[in-house]
């Protein structure tokens, strides 16, 4: 009868441990914390992840580390709404503007402010697209989606004399 058994001093890994490390316990690594800088790339979503690499746990036997993998969590902007590459946004209008027509300034996700122009006539919940204005494409920033303006139009609740006076004058034409 013959029996096969891990080996008791050496643990099954061919070497012995001739000077006892009390830092690491024999395991030739150590623990310790290190802070890095992580260049979060435009275009990323909540829940992508990034790979760091040679910063994770050190391999085997004095091998290469392995790599550090980094779940982003994207936090919400109370101005802006994305679905995938576009976002979304709504932009409050006086009535006499819709009618009449102007010029706005958006705010981007870029942080400028672009003119848009308000055609005259704007119904209310009109919405208005501005073309290479949205989240940048990962990997790709050249590639952009669109921003979609909502339009608000805001009708007073009350109206001074004058201004009731005008706006009748208007149902009358």
Do not use: W
């Amino acid at each position: 009868m013959q029996q096969q058994s891990i080996c008791p001093t050496c643990g099954g890994t061919g070497s012995v441990v001739e000077k006892y490390c009390g830092s690491c316990d024999g395991r030739g690594t150590t623990k310790r914390s290190k802070q890095l800088t992580v260049t979060i790339p435009p275009g990323v979503e909540n829940g992508n992840r990034l790979r760091v690499r040679g910063e994770g746990d050190a391999g085997p036997k004095g091998g290469p580390s392995g790599d550090l993998y980094v779940f982003l969590s994207v936090a919400r902007d109370p101005n802006f709404r994305r679905e995938g590459m576009d976002l979304y946004s709504e932009v409050p209008v006086s009535y006499v503007d819709a009618i009449l027509g102007t010029t706005l300034k958006v705010d981007t996700v870029d942080g400028n402010a672009v003119d848009v122009a308000l055609p005259a006539g704007t119904q209310p919940g009109a919405t208005l697209r501005l073309e290479g204005k949205g989240a940048p494409k990962l990997n790709n920033v050249n590639m952009r989606g669109s921003h979609f303006v909502k339009i608000n139009v805001q009708i007073p609740k009350s109206l001074s004399s004058k201004e009731r006076e005008l706006v009748m004058q208007l149902r009358k034409l």
